[in-house]
């Protein structure tokens, strides 16, 4: 009887135990992911995290939150998502900014590389070269010459030291022997306010950021600064076809996850965001802004992630850039 008794106690405890377990998974997956941005809304970070946000949370079952902490190069969220419970609950909108420019000029409280772990490539665009109505250049050639003929006069915006935009206006004025002066700002949605104002004249903007702009005819596209034209703007050459090679900047953005993530966790959201990423809604949407969807594994991207790092490590060491810039 004794041995009934206790073997009776036993499974109970067991029961107990599993069905606390599972009560605790339960509460846990129904609790808000957070998906930090580190830029304002309205740029090409923001505009990609909402593009898989909703049917994030439909995959996941759980609701998700855009939160957007812009500044110090988008490493903020990067910083808050590096030191979030490593639960999968506090996710990165990663940029190539955050995760591979900003870590070569700005001291960080984290490690891109050992602190925040890659789950999935979402998106690849090209930076545009855009100019406002004010300039009557209307191709690379005339901005070119004109940029020549008067040094220092030309601003170029960017959404921040250290952004692609600004590599790229620095690698263009390298390239074509002119002088340009840097104007950063917190973001590309305030930058895209004075570019349009007048305030500056030019910028290397993203695609997502700027392709609602110039179609509706407040900015101009000259080129692309990619190895190939854009479908959205087929009229429109790479910097390579303008007579500037040797220019290639294009911006990428995929979630990142705390480092420490159990690795079931990690493959969920991972398996959750593939879906995601090649819904034809997302296709679609992607599309719209000029984005091509990711299509690497979890491995794939760290070593894409990794290989970015020191290519641009190099870049800045060559161009010079510094935070006063």
Same mark, same amino acid.
């Given at each position: 009887m004794k041995t009934w008794i206790a073997g009776t106690l036993a499974g109970l405890a067991t029961v107990a135990a599993?069905?606390?377990t599972a009560g605790?998974?339960?509460?846990q997956d129904t609790r808000p992911v957070r998906l930090m941005v580190g830029a304002a809304p309205g740029g090409g970070t923001d505009v990609?995290?909402? #593009?898989?946000?909703?049917?994030?949370?439909?995959?996941?079952?759980?609701?998700?939150? /855009?939160?957007?902490r812009p500044g110090a190069s988008n490493t903020i969220a990067a910083d808050i998502t590096a030191?979030?419970?490593?639960?999968?609950?506090? &996710? +990165?909108?990663?940029?190539?900014?955050?995760?591979?420019?900003?870590?070569?000029?700005?001291? %960080?409280?984290?490690?891109?590389?050992?602190?925040?772990?890659? /789950?999935?490539l979402v998106s690849t665009v090209p930076n545009v070269l855009v100019v406002n109505s004010q300039v009557t250049a209307r191709d690379v050639k005339a901005l070119v010459a004109q940029i020549q003929a008067n040094p220092d006069k030309f601003r170029y915006s960017?959404?921040? /030291?250290?952004?692609?935009?600004? &590599?790229?206006?620095?690698?263009?004025?390298?390239?074509?022997?002119?002088? %340009? +002066?840097? /104007?950063?700002?917190?973001?590309?949605?305030?930058? +895209?306010?004075d570019l349009m104002g007048g305030q500056v004249d030019m910028s290397f903007e993203t695609m997502?950021?700027? #392709?609602?702009?110039?179609?509706?005819g407040k900015l101009r596209a000259l080129a692309v600064t990619a190895d190939q034209r854009s479908a959205l703007l087929p009229n429109v050459p790479t910097l390579a076809e303008a007579g500037v090679p040797g220019i290639q900047m294009s911006a990428w953005y995929g979630v990142y996850a705390p480092a420490g993530t159990p690795p079931a966790t990690l493959q969920k959201l991972g398996g959750a965001l593939?879906?995601? #990423?090649?819904?034809?809604?997302?296709?679609?949407? &992607?599309a719209d802004v000029g984005a091509v969807p990711g299509a690497l594994t979890a491995a794939q991207f760290d070593a894409f992630s990794r290989a970015e790092y020191v290519r641009y490590g190099k870049l800045i060491a060559e161009l010079g850039v510094k935070l006063d810039q």
């Open positions: 599993v069905a606390a605790a998974a339960w509460a990609m995290a909402r #593009i898989v946000s909703d049917k994030l949370a439909a995959q996941l079952k759980q609701p998700v939150v /855009v939160d957007n030191k979030a419970p490593a639960d999968g609950n506090t &996710l +990165l909108m990663g940029v190539v900014t955050s995760q591979a420019i900003a870590p070569h000029l700005l001291k %960080l409280q984290f490690d891109p590389l050992k602190d925040l772990a890659p /789950v999935a960017s959404s921040g /030291v250290g952004s692609t935009q600004h &590599l790229a206006g620095a690698a263009f004025a390298r390239q074509i022997k002119g002088k %340009l +002066l840097h /104007v950063p700002y917190k973001s590309s949605s305030s930058a +895209l306010v997502p950021s700027v #392709i609602g702009h110039i179609k509706a593939a879906t995601v #990423i090649k819904d034809p809604d997302t296709v679609r949407r &992607l």
